[in-house]
């Protein structure tokens, strides 16, 4: 690990603090090392995605708070009246199976009227 002088890491939290308190520092010199601490701190820490609505309203505090948009529609769906209702995808593919199982059950006879 490398340290300055005084003991700290270059992108120590610590000393992008002191850095932003000491008023002899200009802000140009200041700014970059900060905005990189905080870039590089993003970067390894923080993971970014949509979450559901849920998380608009203060009164909810539940664990479905951090789960992601995609994994908290999945879970609704799986309870309450949900377990009754298909996407459109789902609902079209089941159409297409029950429609070739029934074609294929039910032997056709295509007779010519002319």
Known sequence: MVMDGDGMHPRSPRRS????LDLR???TEIVGSVLKAAQAHAQSQLLL???SSLVSNIKNESPDCILSKKEYSAKQLTKG???FFKSKNEGA???EKEGKEENSEV???IVNLD
């Open 17 to 20: 603090a002191l850095m932003w």
């Open 25 to 27: 520092l200009p802000f």
């Open 49 to 51: 995605y949509e979450v």
């Open 81 to 83: 009246i949900g377990r």
């Open 93 to 95: 593919k089941q159409q």
């Open 107 to 109: 032997p056709t006879k």
